[in-house]
Every structure is written in C-alpha cells, then in structure tokens.
C-alpha cells in the first residue's frame, strides 16, 4: 500500500463524502493541506472568501439550499475564532456543517504558540461534536464520523482541529469507510406508536386543531407529507420563520407566519385552539410570545427528532419522539378524513383586519416614502416567487418574511436563533452556488452589509450572481423600532451615516442601481433581474419605518400591535 500525507488522506475523504465546494481562507498552520489541495482543483472547487465569517456564513447558505453538510477550512488562532459566530448559529438553526480548523504542531499545544487557540474548548457548546486530529492515520475515521453527526437526526455544526503533525505527516491509503453507526448515538430514534396512537386519537377528536411546523419539515424532507396530513384533517397551519417555503404561499390551508412580526390570524388563533400540533420546531420565545399564556387552552402534540424540546418550553399532552416525516406519514395513515371549514373560516376576518391596517398600508402606499414591504413584494412579483431568498437580520429580515411569496422549499434563508448581522451577503453567495440555476434575493439593511461587505471580492472574483437589495434608511431600524415605542424615542446610537454604496459597487466591478423615487422600483427591479449577474439595489426606504403587526416583548401571542397607537382587538374586527 501506498503512503499518503494526512492532507491528501483529508482530501480524499471529502471527496469520497461527495464534497464538491469548499469555503476558506489559508494560513500558516492550515498550509500544508492547502498546498495538496493545489494538486485537487479539478476535483474540489475552493472558494477564497475575504474574512472567515464570510467561509463559514457561505458554507451554510449552501448547505440550507443543497441539503448536504457545507465544508469551511481555515487556518489556526484568529482564522478558527472568527468562525466561532457562525458555528453558534448553525448550532441554533440545525445547519450542518464540518469546520475544519489548522492547528499548531503537538508539541506546541498548550504553549501559547504563534496563532495558537484552544478551539476545542471553545466550540464545545457550540457544536455536535468537536475532535482534535494528532496523527495522519486518524484523519479518515474522524472525518467520516464528522460528516455522519453533522448531517444524521437533527442536524448541525462539528469542528475538526487539524493539527500540523497531522497534516504532514503519513499514513496508508485505504479505502475509506462512510460511517453509519457509532455507539450510544442514536439519531433517528425508533417511532412509539403508542405515542402516535395517542396523537391520532386527539386530532380526530378535535373540534379547532392548528399546525405549527418548523424547519425540521425542510431537514427530514417531509413537504409532501406534511401537505398530505394537512389535506386529510383539514387543518390550517402557521409556520415559524424558519419553516418559511415548506408549503407554497398559496397552499389552501397555509395561515401564515406566526411569532412576533407574524400574520394576525395564525397567532390569535394559536390561543383558541383546542389541539395544537407542533411539528419540527423549538417554541422559541419569538414564536410563543410569555409562555404563561401561550396556547394555555389547547392540547398539544409535540412532533420532534430532538428529545431535548420535548416538553422543554410548553408543556405537552403527547410528545411523539422521531423524523418528522416519518411519524406524518404513520399519523395520515391512523387519522380520520375531516372537514373543519367552519374552524378556517374564522381566519378569513383576522386576515381582513391584517390587510386594511397593516399590509395595503406596507405594499401599497401609494405615496410618501418608499416602504420596505413594497420593495419586498415588488421583488416578489417580479420573481414570480421562484427566487430563493436570503436576509440579514433586522427589520430587512422580517419584512422579507412577511412579505416574500414561495413556490418551492428551501427558499428563504435567514439566521434565526441567534440572529447574526453580516449573516446575509455570504449565505447569499453560499446559495448561489448551491443552485446556480435559481434567481438568489438577498434583502439586507445598511447596517448589516457593512458588517459583512468585504465578501463582494468574493463576488467579483466568482462572479457569483446574487442580487443585493439594499433597505436603506439610515438607522439600525429594528434597534430604532424598538427604542421608539418601549425606551422613549431616545435613539442611543442607532443613526448611520453610511457610505456611497455607487463607489463601492464601482470599485468591486459591481452593477448597481440606485432608487430614491417610487415611479424608478419596479423598472429598477426588473433591470436587477433581467440577468444572471451580481447587482446591488440600493433603494432608499423612508427612515423611520416600523414593522408591524408586533407582539411586544412580555406580552402574549394574541398581544396584537397594528401599528403604534392601534391594537388589534377581536371583538372589533
């Protein structure tokens, strides 16, 4: 047998994973695999970021859109650090991942060496599994089990320490073994169906069920089985912000968003229900509003991979503990064909009220200042809803949540959990070149794109063509939001003073269009659209613009705000 590098043992193992794209950035103690790597070009594409936040954030908006673990190598210290922020978000939002960090020689470790950082203890929280390669001859074992935790049960981030001993020096090159099983990790638990019996029997019993599903339906695949459940007991569902393009936008019994910035009906529903089914998602306190009143009528069903949520922040009638599709699957089969027309109709006046006070005021002002919503929902129409959309975090975030339409799953990518700034311009790249045939959409606020906008040399060097809408309004709008309606309107350092955004474009070979007037959006955006080349949209949006509707910090899910001085009130509407 022939003797390999540890580098070329790591090479040939992402490939054997099926790797095909890789984000990072060298270093001194990552060089040695980036110098075999030189002689793999034909078989693994490298993508030079400009910061390793960007390789990290890039690696998951291709992992979200592809539905495969995104792979970032860096390099030892401050490389392996700045990725600390996106492993902590892939951790939240269940983005697979496999990072792997260069590190000092071993004999160096714990010295305090040049560019020298305890990377292991550090991501221990903040990832599946973390593991210090040491010698050559482990590279294959660890890496097939890296690959096997990110992307098994309720997927997520691991980190692979890459120490320099490893990478130079040599093993045997065998033939490598995915892994498929490792002791006491089970991550795709055996369904009870005692537990699925028990869901059944409440479901066929109720009189006003309502679906809450999450991201776990896009991470098991489960879209169809979830439409074929919905369609058989009739039951509405809202969806969490993660769980956004699960269902088409116009499926029949799709309610919409709930949480905070969420649609009225989904969330005022939520308290009149008598069997809520939740479905791949956390109760997140965005989600739920004070727990003390949440759903406090309804019985619920938790639907989960994770034993951890079960039960964790709502108490539960019946938990049933497995992959999301596979426990639909065997629920559609145990229920009753149902008509709940009467239950639906309900939701018809909460979206009436939703549309005269909050949406046509949003999307169709018809004068004064350009709004975010009509940006969003301009973008939309002209997309005809097939653009995979990608958001920063902010205001942008959620008027591009609220207001984007979905024809397919895997379409709306935006850091949840942890919400990340800066998240925006990489993940959009990331996207890209995931589904190069798909339009990708970013929507990002000028104070997001100048946390991460170093990544237009990414753009210009790859040529990647992401679309880059600008909501330009001069403030960090959701911290202004905020302070005006719950600090007393003192803007305590939420005003920007932003850059010429032209210059920049110009400088990183950029197309860029600006828009100050209403009459310019809509040619602008099919300008922005009518290729498949990078563009920025800079449109000034009127400055001190709010989201709504808003449920409060403190207050309940049916806690409705509709605009600054209105709340929602059901007896009125």
């Known amino acids: 047998m022939s003797k390999i590098t540890g580098s070329e043992a790591l090479l040939n193992s992402l490939i054997a994973e099926g790797v095909e794209t890789i984000f990072g950035y060298p270093g001194g103690q990552i060089m040695p695999f980036y110098d075999k790597l030189y002689g793999y070009s034909d078989r693994l594409k490298h993508i030079l970021v400009r910061h390793e936040q960007g390789a990290i ?50 004999a160096a470790l714990g010295t305090d060496a040049f560019q020298e950082a305890d990377i292991i203890g550090l991501t221990g929280p903040i990832t599946k599994w973390n593991y210090q390669i040491r010698t050559a001859d482990e590279v294959a074992w660890a890496v097939s089990h890296a690959f096997y935790i990110a992307n098994s049960g309720r997927p997520g981030p691991v980190v692979l320490d890459f120490t320099k001993d490893a990478q130079i020096g040599t093993t045997e090159e065998v033939e490598y073994k995915k892994c498929d099983y490792i002791r006491s990790y089970v991550p ?10 028990a869901a059944a029997k409440l479901i066929n019993e109720a009189k006003r069920p309502l679906v809450v599903y999450g991201q776990g339906i896009t991470l098991s695949g489960a879209e169809e089985e979830l439409k074929a459940f919905l369609e058989k007991a009739d039951i509405p569902a809202g969806s969490t912000l993660l769980g956004l393009s699960a269902l088409p936008s116009d499926f029949r019994l799709y309610q919409g968003m709930i949480g905070m910035h969420g649609n009225i009906a989904p969330n005022v529903k939520t308290n009149e229900c008598d069997v809520l089914i939740a479905v791949g998602m956390r109760f997140d306190d965005r989600v739920t509003g004070t727990v003390a009143t949440y759903a406090r009528q309804a019985k619920v069903i938790h639907i989960d991979i994770d034993a951890a949520e079960i039960g964790k922040i709502i108490p539960v009638e019946v938990g049933v503990l497995g992959d999301a599709k596979k426990v639909l699957k065997l629920l559609t089969h145990k229920i009753e064909k149902a008509d709940h027309s009467e239950w639906i109709a309900g939701f018809d006046k909460c979206k009436r009220v939703e549309k005269l006070k909050v949406i046509d005021p949003e999307v169709r002002p018809g004068e004064g200042y350009i709004k975010m919503g009509e940006v969003v929902d301009m973008v939309s129409q002209v997309s005809e809803g097939k653009a995979i959309v990608v958001t920063d975090v902010g ?40 589904a190069p045939e798909r339009p990708v959409c970013l929507f990002v606020g000028d104070g997001g794109v100048q946390m991460t906008m170093q990544e237009f040399g990414t753009i210009m060097q790859e040529g990647t063509g992401v679309k880059i809408v600008i909501l330009n309004n001069n403030w960090l709008g959701n911290v202004r939001q905020w302070q005006e309606l719950f600090f007393g309107a003192r803007y305590s350092a939420t005003r920007m003073l932003n850059p ?35 563009c920025i949209l800079d449109v000034r949006v009127i400055e001190e613009g709010s989201v709504m509707p808003m449920v409060p910090p403190g207050k309940g899910i049916g806690d409705i705000m509709l605009n600054e001085n209105e709340w929602y009130d059901d007896t009125k509407a």
Do not use: C, W
């Open 57 to 106: 954030h890039a690696a998951q908006g291709y992992a979200r859109v592809k539905g495969v673990p995104g792979v970032v190598t860096v390099t030892s210290g401050p490389g392996a650090t700045n990725v600390v922020t996106g492993l902590a978000d892939a951790m939240t939002d269940s983005t697979p991942l496999v990072v792997i960090t260069g590190q000092v020689p071993v």
């Open 188 to 197: 795709d638990p055996d369904i009870d169906m005692d537990s699925v019996d």
């Open 395 to 434: 205001q942008n975030q959620m008027m591009a949540a609220r207001y984007s339409r979905f024809q397919q799953g895997r379409s709306l990518l935006t850091s949840g959990g942890l919400g990340t700034m800066g998240f925006g311009i990489p993940a959009a790249i990331g996207a890209k070149m995931a």
């Open 500 to 534: 010429d955004y032209k210059l920049i474009a110009d400088a990183y070979n950029i197309k860029n269009i600006l828009v100050e007037d209403r009459s310019q959006l809509r040619a602008a955006i099919e300008d922005m659209l009518s290729d498949d080349k990078p």
